[in-house]
């Protein structure tokens, strides 16, 4: 079984110069097996969040038909699993006539998804205490590395 955690983070959100990354925690029968992180320039902590699930999407929907996928951010798993399906029939359209935000990364999930690929989708309290999501985290601030992720955890 595949359990992943992920988080997306991001210093001077909304601003100009905002940077950010995101942090994935992948789990085999409940031990690591991958820490992953990325960094990005002139991001928001939305889309970080965003490209963490499409990663472990991309990385791990096919492996196995029983991956869930643990994220803190509402905004992602509610984009994720309800709205997009409408914006989808709407022609990528929201109710209030505008395009949604992060459709450059909403978009490859959704056609992914219709090409096969599953995970779950499952809200987790952030900053709350439960390990994988707290390393998720530091990956995605920088305040852990992969190589000491895996030398602590592995």
């Known amino acids: 079984m595949i359990t992943i955690y992920t988080d997306g983070a991001c210093s001077k959100n909304g601003q100009k110069d905002a940077s ?21 320039i002139e991001t928001t902590n939305n889309r970080e969040e965003l490209k963490a699930i499409l990663y472990s999407l991309l990385n791990y929907g096919k492996y196995s038909p029983t991956v869930t996928v643990y994220s803190d951010s509402a905004y992602a798993i509610n984009t994720l699993t309800n709205w997009m399906f409408g914006w989808a029939r709407n022609g990528w359209i929201k109710s209030d006539k505008k395009t949604p935000e992060n459709l450059d ?7 992914h998804l219709n090409k096969g690929y599953k995970i779950d989708l499952v809200k987790v309290p952030g900053h709350s205490g439960v390990l994988w999501n707290e390393v998720a985290d530091k990956l995605a601030t920088g305040q852990l590395t992969e190589e000491d992720a895996y030398a602590k955890y592995c």
């Not at 990364?105 to 056609?111: A, E, G, N, R």
């Open 20 to 40: 950010g990354g995101f942090g994935v925690v992948v789990l085999e029968n409940n031990k690591p097996i991958k820490f992953y992180s990325k960094r990005s």
């Open 105 to 111: 990364l909403i978009k490859p999930y959704y056609d």
